[in-house]
């Protein structure tokens, strides 16, 4: 009971993963040693500064990368040494991702940017649309629907670059500085969308440097120079 139990709410389990470059005599250790596991429905925060470590390990967690030695297992599955291609299809399976740059297509509006990792997917057109449609009111976007980037505030950017993430309903959101180019009401209302995917049940992990973003999520993960030096519940967050 207690194994099946563990099986169906470990998410991310990653296992004694080390990322090294350049091996040999001025070899540079991204991570080192590192284990950690996610359950299904949690708000982690993994906070570090420059140099830390926590980019490379958002990279493992969001299978851009493969680590040197050790094992991702990522919703029951060995993730650890995919090719590029089965990286991918993980990807487009299991993760939403939401970038500092929001990495919106300047030329599409904001539903076509929604839509085009949908087409990729070979969602169909009447499928994708509605996907595309709900998920920009969902951020509250639902009549700027055919705003162009350009057009839109920063907030309301990474508004549509949410939506994106959110669309095919992805099990795990992997943010990675979410609010590091918008000012603080831009941050707030960024972070009160997130919020509310979590409360509805997504997985949410937040990359940061920003004690205040990180101050926000259920757990805070904090990482140093490739090690993983606390992990607590935030005791200023109710259940």
Partial sequence: MDTQTQNT????QVTDISKI???GENEVRALDHVSLTINEGEFVAIIG?????????????GCLDTPTSG????????????????????????????FQGFNLIQS???FENVELPLIYRKVPRRQRHQLAKAALEKVGLGKRMDHKPG??????????????????????????????????????????VIHSL??????????????????????????????IIDDKINPSIEE
């Fill in 198 to 227: 979590y409360e509805e049940g997504r997985t949410v992990i937040i990359i940061t440097h920003d004690p205040g973003i990180a101050a926000q999520a259920k757990r805070i993960i904090t990482i140093s120079d490739g090690h």
């Fill in 21 to 23: 470059y350049n091996p």
């Fill in 49 to 61: 500064q420059s140099g830390s470590g926590k980019s490379t390990l958002m990279n493992m967690l």
């Fill in 9 to 12: 709410t470990a998410l991310v």
């Fill in 151 to 192: 057009e839109l505030s920063g907030g309301q950017q990474q508004r549509v670059a949410i939506a994106r993430a959110i669309a095919q309903a992805p099990p795990i959101l992997l943010a990675d500085e979410p609010t590091g180019n918008l000012d603080s009401a831009s941050s707030r209302d960024i972070m009160n």
């Fill in 108 to 110: 599409l509006t904001a």
């Fill in 71 to 98: 094992t991702y297992m990522l919703h029951g599955v060995d993730v650890s040494h995919m090719t590029d291609d089965e990286q991918s299809d993980v990807r487009n399976r299991e993760i939403g991702f939401i």
